[in-house]
């Protein structure tokens, strides 16, 4: 059952992999991109103060950056011993406006509560999708947003998807922003945006190469459609 295999998740770690997931995201080999990450969603957030659903948090590391930056944040998780680890990250970082819960995101019972949520790099990990899309609108106040960052399609065939898979029994899923979109209309979100989720700093020089020039043309002349499924993105959807 997925499920399970995401609530024994850090039980199947080990020790090591406690010792990981307590002191992301500086224990990564991925730091730059989280954080990088994380400054990107806080820009597109509302101002703090302001009241913040973190969705399938995890140890809490993101969480509590979103209350150290002023955010009043409600931190889930599926995962009680994960729930343990946002408890020992609040008194690491010294925080009190972080409240942390057990619970499964698809079936919160939030309602009108919430002027922002933020799915970050989880909602592939859902068995249903949509009722966690709709747990997130019931969740957030009329006019309030979501924010998910997720992988894009070829995710679920990658082979670090393969390997959680099959060591943890886990779900992973393509999550491009159109899946995204398509259902957050059905559910009742009012508007949607896409920005580019950048992994690494660009060069400036050479500033372009032929074939740079040779695609900007036809991406102009209407001759080539850009793909926003393939990779991953940020997707703010306004309720």
Same mark, same amino acid.
């Given at each position: &059952? ?15 992999? #406690?010792i ?12 730059? +991109?989280?954080?990088?990450d994380?400054?990107?969603?806080? &820009?597109? #957030?509302?101002?703090? =103060?302001? $009241?913040?659903?973190? #969705? ?12 150290l ?9 599926? !995962? ?7 408890? +020992? ?8 406006? &972080? ?24 909602? @592939? ?6 009722? /966690? ?21 070829? @995710? !679920?065939?990658? *082979?670090? /998807?393969? +390997?959680? &898979? ?9 999550? =491009? *922003? ?5 259902? /957050?209309?059905?559910?009742?979100? $009012?508007?949607? %945006?896409?920005y ?5 700093? !660009? *060069?400036?020089?050479? #500033?372009?190469?032929?074939? %740079? ?11 080539? $459609?850009? $793909?926003?499924?393939c990779?991953? @993105? ?6």
């Open positions: &059952m997925p499920k399970k295999g995401e609530i024994d998740y850090l039980h199947t770690l080990g020790a090591n992999g #406690l990981h997931a307590l002191n992301k995201p500086f224990s990564d080999s991925d730091c730059g +991109r989280y954080l990088t994380l400054g990107t969603i806080m &820009m597109l #957030l509302p101002a703090p =103060p302001a $009241r913040l659903l973190d #969705l399938g948090a995890g140890s809490g590391w993101t969480s509590c950056f979103f209350a930056r002023g955010y009043d944040v409600v931190a889930q998780d599926i !995962a009680d011993d994960m729930v343990e680890l946002m408890e +020992r990250n609040k008194e690491k970082y010294g925080i009190d406006n &972080m409240k942390s819960v057990i619970d499964d995101y698809e079936f919160l019972q939030f309602k009108d509560e919430f002027d922002c949520a933020v799915f970050y790099d989880c909602l @592939h990990h859902a068995e249903d999708e949509y009722k /966690a899309l709709l747990s997130a609108y019931n969740s957030l106040k009329s006019g309030g947003i979501l924010i998910t960052a997720e992988p894009g399609t070829g @995710h !679920a065939a990658s *082979p670090d /998807a393969v +390997r959680a &898979m099959a060591d943890f029994g886990v779900t992973e899923k393509d999550m =491009p *922003p159109r899946k995204i979109i398509e259902i /957050a209309r059905t559910i009742g979100f $009012r508007a949607s %945006t896409v580019q989720r950048n992994f690494a700093p !660009a *060069p400036l020089y050479p #500033l372009f190469s032929l074939n %740079t020039i040779t695609a900007l043309i036809r991406i102009l002349s209407g001759r080539l $459609r850009v $793909r926003h499924d990779c991953s @993105h940020f997707v703010v959807l306004t309720k």
